[in-house]
């Protein structure tokens, strides 16, 4: 058989059955679709009903390596989990780093394929292909830290994969964690997981390596990249020192830096959570995720314990939109969002938006139930975290349901700065108009990392574009969203994009898996795995005006800041970005299927 | 008067904020040259929020922001 960086097997878990399985992995299709994200989202589309109810036992769990996933490129080590989202009701893929991706491959499985519902709480053990599921009532219930600790215990050098009380309980913000602090953090994976009764996935592997096609041509271009990643000032520099959290500074300064659940775009004092500011009075380490040569993950010290720190996301979830201008106190509700397993941009977003709810009456300080949702309370974000992750009280439960569920019952769905029932990260649009036309057209809602036009808009990179202006934005946009399909399908880190290009990245894929892509072939891979996303979209019962932004970012202009009277012009862009996908009414043409060898998966 | 706000590794040996009397046909190339700022090291430069050349000539009361490389996500 051909040598790739592919295992060529799945493990089948039949919860219901507990059967265990193990079958092989269909190289031509994953070639195709190249791995995790593209790969998972083929499978799901072959194996489940898009219309079905994401926590009913219908719904498939895949959690699936990258191509390279475990091979020595740098940051490959990225595992994805895609399924039916029960936030968005489309479809889900969220990737995360650590060590546990790297683990499986080792172990000798491409990916996991979770079916049924388990009739009371297991977990999954993996010892090389020893695959064993046991029984896990002694561990619901446990925080993500608990969890890992006790099976860590008792396998030795493993690698845990698990979920918190957020995905017992539902929570549809609920992430799946793995080694500490690493999150699928996503559009609520871990809510389906739950409703599996699924704690936890342990790993133990004997290699730490695996084969590839062309060792010689993986070594040769390991060295460029290896070079490209250390000198280049952001993953060389910037990311090493500062992490993400460096951004807070640089988006506010252009007046893109929303506050208040986005009533405000410009902080006064951004500085007191920023990357400087962690960095000088608060970082006690680095963390490196597997083979990563930049190492953004921060460390501080809670109770005299080291802790993941922030991202920029979480700092200005916390500090910018909840008004809490506190970094001990984000650290807090941080830690708190990694131990209950959620997401530490959709919770924090969610109170902030039930802030505006209570700020404007529509929530009464009895329903608050002694913790008052004011802006800038220390308190109130910390314990607001603790009830949704619990699901605790009416309104505990009723958050975690996210921002848009919590705002239609209050009757001001506008209040909710979602897209597609997710809630949106941390750059106002309004400044940004190229980062509104991806947030709206992001597969799986309100997102950043689908096509990340910060980079050209604000960073410089690998060119400037002038954020106030929508000329161009279509087909940058596009560029963005199909390579970025391609890297999390790979396996490896979106980080390294700011130091390789797509050149690179054919590179890596053709010497690890014998692929012979040229740039091209490699973007349309990738154009490949969107438009795919984008059926099953359609399937679920995706409408055309589900690409859209909240009404705050198309009407209202920004107030304050040095990007003040400014809007988002999602109606003149995204007529412009459906004609560069060869899309009509936010769906693909037959044409554009038969380009993209999809036409099998429009058909019901 | 120009506030130059730095930031991240440019701040090391000159501090956060620094201000300047501004002078007619002043531009970002002098001010960099004035702070001691190699141009290279400049990844983002600001002009009252919004990106410009440094040659661009620089108005009294001006907020200058300039950043190294950096990024994030």
Same mark, same amino acid.
């Given at each position: 058989?051909?040598?790739?960086?592919?295992?060529?097997?799945?493990? %089948?878990?039949?919860?219901?059955?507990?059967?265990?399985?193990?079958?092989?992995?269909?190289?031509?299709?994953?070639?195709?679709?190249?791995?995790?994200?593209?790969?998972?989202?083929?499978?799901?589309?072959?194996?489940?009903?898009?219309?079905?109810?994401?926590?009913?036992?219908?719904?498939?769990?895949?959690?699936?390596?990258?191509?390279?996933? $475990?091979?020595?490129?740098?940051?490959?080590?990225?595992?994805?989990?895609?399924?039916?989202?029960?936030?968005?009701?489309?479809?889900?893929?969220?990737?995360?780093?650590?060590?546990?991706?790297?683990?499986?491959?080792?172990?000798?499985?491409?990916? +996991?394929?979770?079916?049924?519902? @388990?009739?009371?709480?297991?977990?999954?053990?993996?010892?090389?292909?020893?695959?064993?599921?046991?029984?896990?009532?002694?561990?619901?219930?446990?925080?993500?830290?608990?969890?890992?600790? *006790?099976?860590?215990?008792?396998?030795?050098?493993?690698?845990?994969?698990?979920?918190?009380?957020?995905?017992?309980?539902?929570?549809?913000?609920?992430?799946?964690?793995?080694?500490?602090?690493?999150?699928?953090?996503?559009?609520?994976?871990?809510?389906?997981?739950?409703?599996?009764?699924?704690?936890?996935?342990?790993?133990?592997?004997?290699?730490?390596?695996?084969?590839?096609?062309?060792?010689?041509?993986?070594?040769?271009?390991?060295? *460029?990249?290896?070079?490209? +990643?250390?000198?280049?000032?952001?993953?060389?520099?910037?990311?090493?020192?500062?992490?993400? @959290?460096?951004?807070?500074?640089?988006?506010?300064?252009?007046?893109?830096?929303?506050?208040?659940?986005?009533?405000?775009?410009?902080?006064?004092?951004?500085?007191?959570?920023?990357?400087?500011?962690?960095?000088?009075?608060?970082?006690?380490?680095?963390?490196?995720?597997?083979?990563? &040569? *930049?190492?953004?993950?921060?460390?501080?010290?809670?109770?005299?314990?080291?802790?993941?720190?922030?991202?920029?996301?979480?700092?200005?979830?916390?500090?910018?939109?909840?008004?809490?201008?506190?970094?001990?106190?984000?650290?807090?509700?941080?830690?708190?969002?990694?131990?209950?397993?959620?997401?530490?941009?959709?919770?924090?977003?969610? +109170?902030?938006?039930?802030?505006?709810?209570?700020?404007?009456?529509?929530?009464?300080?009895?329903?608050?139930?002694?913790? &008052?949702?004011?802006?800038?309370?220390?308190?109130?974000?910390?314990?607001?975290?603790?009830?949704?992750?619990?699901?605790?009280?009416?309104?505990?439960?009723?958050?975690?349901? $996210?921002?848009?569920?919590?705002?239609?019952?209050?009757?001001?769905?506008?209040?909710?700065?979602?897209?597609?029932?997710?809630?949106?990260?941390?750059?106002?649009? %309004?400044?940004?108009?190229? *980062?509104?036309?991806?947030?709206?057209?992001?597969?799986?809602?309100?997102?950043?990392?689908?096509?990340?036009?910060?980079?050209?808009?604000?960073?410089?990179?690998?060119?400037?574009?002038?954020?106030?202006?929508?000329?161009?934005?279509?087909?940058?946009?596009?560029?963005?969203?199909?390579?970025?399909?391609?890297?999390?399908?790979?396996?490896?880190?979106?980080?390294?994009?700011?130091?390789?290009?797509?050149?690179?990245?054919?590179?890596?894929?053709?010497?690890?898996?014998?692929?012979?892509?040229?740039?091209?072939?490699?973007?349309?891979?990738?154009?490949?795995?969107?438009?795919?996303?984008?059926?099953?979209?359609? =399937?679920?019962?995706? =409408?055309?005006?589900?690409?859209?932004?909240?009404?705050?970012?198309?009407?209202?202009?920004?107030?304050?800041?040095?990007?003040?009277?400014?809007?988002?012009?999602?109606?003149?862009?995204?007529?412009?970005?459906?004609?560069?996908?060869?899309?009509?009414?936010?769906?693909?043409?037959?044409?554009?299927?038969? %380009?993209?060898?999809?036409?099998?998966?429009?058909?019901? | 008067?120009?506030?130059?706000?730095?930031?991240?590794?440019?701040?090391?040996?000159?501090?956060?904020?620094?201000?300047?009397?501004?002078?007619?046909?002043?531009?970002?190339?002098?001010?960099?040259?004035?702070?001691?700022?190699?141009?290279?090291?400049? /990844?983002?430069?600001?002009?009252?929020?919004?990106?410009?050349?440094?040659?661009?000539?620089? /108005?009294?009361?001006?907020?200058?922001?300039?950043?190294?490389?950096?990024?994030?996500?």
């Amino acid at each position: 058989m051909e040598t790739t960086s592919y295992n060529g097997k799945l493990l %089948r878990i039949n919860l219901t059955n507990s059967q265990i399985t193990s079958e092989s992995l269909n190289l031509d299709l994953a070639k195709k679709f190249i791995g995790a994200r593209g790969l998972g989202t083929k499978i799901l589309m072959d194996e489940i009903n898009p219309t079905i109810d994401p926590l009913s036992d219908d719904n498939k769990l895949i959690i699936m390596t990258g191509a390279l996933t $475990g091979a020595a490129v740098p940051t490959g080590g990225r595992y994805v989990v895609v399924t039916k989202s029960p936030l968005t009701g489309m479809i889900a893929c969220s990737n995360s780093g650590g060590e546990w991706g790297a683990k499986l491959k080792y172990a000798g499985f491409d990916g +996991i394929i979770f079916e049924g519902k @388990a009739q009371s709480p297991v977990y999954l053990s993996i010892c090389d292909e020893k695959v064993e599921l046991k029984p896990a009532e002694a561990l619901w219930g446990k925080t993500s830290s608990e969890t890992e600790e *006790i099976l860590k215990a008792e396998y030795e050098k493993s690698s845990v994969l698990n979920i918190g009380p957020g995905g017992e309980n539902k929570s549809l913000m609920a992430a799946i964690m793995n080694d500490a602090d690493r999150a699928a953090g996503r559009s609520g994976v871990g809510a389906v997981m739950g409703s599996k009764n699924l704690k936890a996935i342990v790993v133990q592997a004997s290699r730490n390596n695996i084969p590839v096609t062309d060792s010689e041509a993986m070594r040769k271009e390991m060295l *460029i990249a290896m070079k490209k +990643i250390k000198e280049d000032g952001v993953t060389g520099t910037g990311l090493p020192t500062y992490g993400t @959290a460096v951004l807070v500074n640089i988006i506010n300064e252009t007046g893109s830096f929303p506050t208040d659940n986005w009533q405000g775009s410009y902080d006064e004092n951004a500085e007191i959570i920023s990357g400087e500011t962690l960095a000088e009075k608060y970082l006690k380490g680095t963390y490196h995720c597997h083979r990563c &040569p *930049i190492g953004c993950g921060r460390v501080v010290e809670r109770e005299g314990k080291n802790i993941g720190g922030p991202e920029y996301e979480t700092l200005w979830a916390y500090g910018g939109n909840c008004g809490v201008h506190d970094i001990p106190t984000i650290n807090e509700a941080n830690f708190w969002c990694n131990e209950l397993g959620i997401d530490s941009i959709s919770v924090p977003c969610t +109170i902030a938006s039930a802030m505006e709810l209570y700020q404007k009456g529509y929530i009464s300080e009895e329903e608050c139930d002694g913790v &008052p949702l004011t802006f800038g309370s220390k308190e109130a974000v910390v314990e607001w975290t603790k009830r949704i992750g619990l699901s605790q009280g009416k309104l505990g439960a009723l958050m975690a349901k $996210g921002s848009q569920r919590l705002c239609d019952a209050y009757g001001h769905p506008e209040f909710s700065m979602s897209v597609k029932k997710q809630e949106l990260p941390a750059y106002d649009a %309004r400044g940004i108009q190229g *980062i509104g036309l991806n947030y709206a057209t992001s597969n799986r809602g309100g997102c950043h990392v689908r096509g990340y036009m910060i980079s050209p808009e604000i960073l410089a990179h690998p060119e400037l574009l002038d954020r106030t202006k929508t000329e161009d934005k279509a087909t940058w946009t596009k560029i963005f969203q199909d390579l970025t399909a391609v890297i999390d399908s790979m396996g490896m880190c979106l980080f390294t994009s700011f130091a390789l290009g797509a050149d690179d990245y054919a590179n890596f894929l053709n010497a690890g898996t014998g692929t012979t892509h040229t740039v091209d072939s490699l973007l349309e891979a990738g154009e490949r795995i969107y438009n795919l996303e984008r059926i099953f979209n359609k =399937k679920a019962g995706m =409408k055309a005006e589900d690409d859209s932004l909240p009404k705050r970012l198309t009407e209202d202009s920004i107030v304050d800041g040095p990007s003040q009277g400014q809007k988002n012009h999602l109606n003149i862009m995204l007529p412009e970005y459906y004609a560069a996908r060869g899309w009509v009414n936010a769906f693909p043409t037959e044409e554009t299927l038969i %380009r993209l060898g999809l036409e099998e998966n429009d058909r019901s | 008067m120009i506030e130059v706000r730095l930031f991240a590794t440019l701040r090391e040996g000159r501090g956060k904020i620094v201000k300047l009397d501004f002078k007619t046909n002043f531009n970002g190339i002098q001010l960099l040259e004035d702070l001691k700022i190699p141009q290279e090291q400049v /990844s983002i430069f600001l002009i009252n929020g919004h990106h410009q050349s440094f040659e661009k000539l620089l /108005s009294d009361e001006d907020i200058v922001s300039i950043f190294p490389p950096v990024g994030g996500g």
